[in-house]
């Protein structure tokens, strides 16, 4: 074997690696999130945990540049779903079994360390200044919040996004989802030979 067919090789195992641990049904959706280098923040911790698909909804901000140098690339192993709006951004994800938590300082908002991350789940996550729309949080099955005990109550959207895909990462680790392939066969070799383009 030459040194290109054992790198081809190696690079193949590796992506057969990661795809094999990818979750399907742990889903990120940003809501018009503004600044470009906090979804590529967000999008490098998908790929971190295992998440397939961040779905974009940009209703009022542009859509944001995401570069090679910001994300790391990180764009490059996620499924990106462009959505119009929130109702067919929530369909999508509904028809995928999906249960859709949306992130808030609400009141009627449940702690994340109490929800059960292992089942099919969208996490929302909103703007910068604004927080997720009222819309988003009316039509989510529920909101959810990050306990804090400091005196901002406050966190960055990257940083709060990191916090809640860990939890998810945690309990879907001690539940052995990572221990075998999560996609159909069919859908695994499709992603497969289009990563191994790439």
Known sequence: MTLAQERTAQRRQKLISVLSRRQPDLVVVLENVHDPHNVSAVLRTC???GVLEVHLVYTVEPFPEISHRTSASAYKWLLLRRHRDIPSCYAALRAGGCRIWATALTPEAHNVYLLDLTQPVAIV??????????EARQLADGACFIPQVGMVQSLNISVACAVILYEAFRQRWQAGLYERPRLQPERFEQLLWEWLQR
Do not use: K, L
Not at 125 to 134: A, C, D, L
């Open 125 to 134: 996550f909103g703007n910068e200044h604004r927080g997720v729309s009222p």
């Open 47 to 49: 790929d971190a945990v």
